[in-house]
């Protein structure tokens, strides 16, 4: 009996070694943050204080502050981290640059951060001043800038944190592609993915460290294939595609986590509107063992806190007048819910898309597309305020041209049409152009007919065969919404055009009063 008991004795002292060797995280991260300082809507664009008053924003620095604070209270240890694209979005990033992101994310404590593609929206130098003013590393392991003497020794590869005693490797990863996104410059060469983390989990594996994290801004699919084709990483912070993933939601791309060989991958959609808390144990040789969480939604119910409500408020003083100057009028109300303009024509694309091609006809421009995602408030008629334009137009897209085919048109509108039973955004609104399309039809297998380019004072049947200067927004152009065929360095195109909402607030100006219409561009069979 005295045997038995102490062999039971020994067999509970070896499972509680086991259980004290397990190491708990919880890995608290955000992405795509967009200079959202300020509460956003349902649309994800600027939320007024009356709104905020009756509970119908989310997001917003002040309750980031209070919903960070909480759940590193409830944990046993935590990091914070980001997986990119804090700048451009709002005109806090505008009139301030990457100085208020510098200072807010600092107050909130991150631990590192990956260089989204929109950290190059401004250049190498913009993001140096950003990095030379927070409190923790940026990372971004598949880029060269050895070259660029303003970030080379900045940017480092990967990081290693100590936290509750025990080593926590960190990579970062931007999208390779970021040469057609933003503006990194010459001397920025960006490469492969998956040799590039492997390149690091393999130096920090050296070094001793088995927990290894990636900060990827590199969207979901990407962060899928780089869990698949490497070994050693545990756990992939995502971004870049705005990806919702959650257990109890049914509008969810994926499961939070999703597992992919092994490798436990989040994201935790964009502009503040979730805080991401993946709850992760180690054993002791580093492999997880378990992993669970949520994002958190940041609505009504977590409290702002009233120091950054002030600062923010502070903050907002210079572009009070901004938003506050009045550019027009407007005769009459011009459209623009996501339910009528995501599709069919609507007031609010006829004149986005006229103020496009209007901005660039002297190019040589002949068409515009616009799409019904980037247009996200209608106007009240009477005074236009710039605030309202930047509601409507908040992502400060800026004007891309490029030539293409006359069959690469058609292509782009059949992709346009290929999802509005499901109210996508890549319905295009156009000018000098007219079109019909088929619901009857099956997606891109023939919707679209009767295609019209303006010629003269009239329309002419566009031509498969021709080449036509077309005028899109950088998004668009480089692949957003599905407009695929708009990619790539073949089409002459010039990418860095003026901003969206300028040209559009110019031209409200210039045709005031204006008056909204609709003349059948687009008819539906």
């Known amino acids: ?75 046993e240890n935590s990091i914070l981290v980001d997986g990119g694209d804090q700048f451009q979005g709002s005109l806090f990033y505008t009139y301030y640059k990457g100085k208020v992101a510098a200072e807010f994310m600092n107050k909130l404590g991150y631990d590192a951060m990956t260089v989204g593609n929109h950290e190059f929206d401004d250049g190498p130098e913009v993001l140096r001043g950003f990095i030379d003013s927070v409190d923790f ?15 080379t020794d900045k940017i480092k590869k990967s990081a290693v944190i100590e936290v509750g005693g025990e080593q926590i490797g960190l990579i970062g990863l931007t999208p390779i592609d ?31 460290v ?52 092994g490798v436990q991958i989040v994201q935790a959609y964009a502009y503040g509107k979730f805080l991401g808390e993946l709850n992760v144990t180690f054993d002791d040789d580093g492999n997880v063992v378990e992993a669970s969480g949520e994002p958190l939604i940041m609505d009504n119910a977590v409290t702002e806190d009233q120091a950054s409500l002030d600062r923010i408020a502070e903050l907002a ?20 819910d996501r339910s009528v303009c995501r599709v069919q ?62 069959q690469g048109v058609i292509d782009a509108l059949e992709n346009g049409v290929s999802q509005v039973e499901e109210v ?26 009767d295609v019209m380019v303006a010629e003269g004072d009239g329309f002419v049947p566009i031509d498969p065969a021709a080449t036509y200067l077309v005028v899109t927004n950088n998004y668009v152009r480089n692949g957003g919404d599905g407009y695929k065929m708009f990619e790539g360095d073949d089409k002459n195109a010039y990418d860095f055009g003026p901003d969206l909402a300028d040209v559009t607030a ?20």
Request: hydrophobic share 40%; with cysteine.
């Open 317 to 336: 003083v210079p572009l009070d007048e901004i938003r506050n100057k009045v550019v027009a009028n407007s005769a009459d109300a011009i459209e623009g």
């Open 424 to 449: 996508k955004g890549r319905f295009p609104q156009v000018a000098g152009l007219t079109f019909a399309w088929d619901a009857a039809v099956a997606p891109n297998e023939g919707r679209v007919s």
């Open 137 to 151: 590393p940026v990372l971004m392991s598949n880029a060269d800038v050895a070259d660029e003497e303003l970030l």
């Open 210 to 261: 088995n927990k290894i994290i990636v900060l990827s801004h590199s969207g979901y699919g990407v962060d899928q294939r780089v869990a698949q084709e490497t070994t050693g990483v545990d756990v992939i912070v995502g971004g870049h595609s705005n990806t919702y993933l959650s257990n109890v939601s049914d509008k969810a791309a994926g499961p939070y986590p999703t597992v992919v060989n």
């Open 506 to 525: 110019e031209y409200l100006a210039e045709n005031a009063p204006y008056q909204p219409y609709l003349d059948g561009r687009i008819k539906q069979k």
């Open 1 to 75: 009996m005295l045997t038995r008991f102490l062999a039971s004795v020994a067999v509970l002292g070896l499972t509680a070694g086991i259980a004290a060797a397990d190491y708990k995280l919880t890995v608290l991260h955000t992405n795509d943050f967009h200079a959202r300082f300020e509460p956003i809507n349902k649309y994800d664009s600027g939320c007024g204080a009356e709104d905020n008053a009756e509970g119908k924003c989310f997001g917003g620095s002040a309750r980031l502050v209070t919903a960070v604070e909480e759940a590193r209270s409830r944990a």
């Open 178 to 208: 970021t040469h057609e996104l933003a503006s990194p410059g010459p001397n920025v060469t960006f490469s492969d993915p998956v040799p590039a983390v492997q390149a690091e989990v393999d130096k920090l594996t050296g070094e001793g």
């Open 345 to 406: 024509e609507c007031a609010m694309g006829n004149l986005v898309a006229d103020a496009m091609l209007a901005r660039v006809a002297d190019q040589g421009a002949q068409i515009a597309i616009a799409n019904s995602g980037g247009l996200r408030a209608s106007i009240d008629p009477g005074e236009i305020t710039m605030g309202e334009v930047l509601t409507v137009l908040p992502f400060q897209n800026t004007l891309s041209t490029f030539e293409i085919s006359g």
